[in-house]
């Protein structure tokens, strides 16, 4: 059964920082893996999907990097701005057919101004 | 609308009362998925829907979960004799394609319905 793990589970920085959020899952058979945002009392916000052939997707600030071999990602935040807090989930969906994606329980950030 | 939208945004039920979510996708968007995301934790997956079809029902926790989308459009998420251990955010998200998994499909997610069961 695939799991996935994110560390840390909570993540404190000051204003401009580069910082870098961590996850593992278990089964390196997958098809893709995406990395979202939720806001409070908010739905998911889609940032950043990696296709299993992919190394690495960059948006703006963002960067992902994916290692399937050793089953993980990582997402870097270049520059951090109060802006960027909130929950950042990873989520991975499995090879096999199912179209269910797989989440961590999420690194909630806080960018202190 | 341009997102996806649920109603109602927050439900308060009595234990044993009958709930139901509901989920107005995109337009024009093939899959439809509910997950259910309890509190500090990540979204687990509920059942997908491509256009009417159920594809995935695997994650639904028990028989008293229910949902459907007739017409391949609004779907409706239905908890039967509502527990406690029920309470929850339960997110809709939406894909043009069909799937996230064979296609590159980019999910788009509703603000979710947050029930809470006392």
């Known amino acids: 059964k695939q799991e996935v793990t994110q560390i840390p589970a909570a993540l404190s920085v000051p204003e401009g920082e580069n910082l870098v959020l961590n996850c593992s899952f278990t089964?390196?058979?997958?098809?893709?893996l995406q990395w979202f945002r939720q806001d409070p009392g908010k739905g998911l916000t889609s940032l950043l999907l990696?296709?299993?052939?992919?190394r690495e997707q960059t948006s703006g600030r963002l960067n992902a990097s994916l290692d399937k071999s050793s089953g993980r990602s990582t997402l870097y935040i270049a520059a951090s701005q109060p802006g960027d807090s909130a929950t950042y989930l990873c989520?991975?969906?499995?090879?096999?057919?199912?179209?269910?994606?797989?989440f961590g329980k999420g690194t909630k950030l806080t960018v202190n101004p | 609308g341009a997102g996806v939208s649920q109603s109602p945004r927050y439900k308060v039920a009595k234990r044993g009362q009958d709930v139901a979510l509901r989920c107005d996708p995109i337009?024009?968007?093939?899959?439809l998925f509910w997950y259910q995301q309890a509190l500090g934790q990540g979204p687990e997956f509920l059942t997908y829907?491509?256009?009417?079809?159920?594809?995935?029902k695997s994650g639904l926790p028990s028989d008293r979960f229910f949902a459907e989308r007739p017409e391949g459009s609004v779907s409706t998420l239905k908890i039967q004799r509502t527990q406690q251990e029920d309470s929850a955010v339960y997110l809709c998200?939406?894909?043009?394609?069909?799937?996230?998994?064979?296609?590159?499909?980019?999910?788009?997610f509703g603000e979710g319905s947050r029930l809470t069961v006392l």
């Open positions: 990696i296709q299993s052939s992919q």
């Open positions: 829907f491509q256009n009417e079809a159920q594809l995935d």
């Open positions: 089964d390196s058979a997958i098809y893709n």
């Open positions: 337009s024009g968007h093939v899959s």
């Open positions: 989520a991975v969906i499995p090879q096999g057919g199912s179209e269910k994606l797989v």
């Open positions: 998200a939406s894909s043009l394609r069909e799937g996230t998994g064979r296609a590159t499909g980019e999910l788009f």
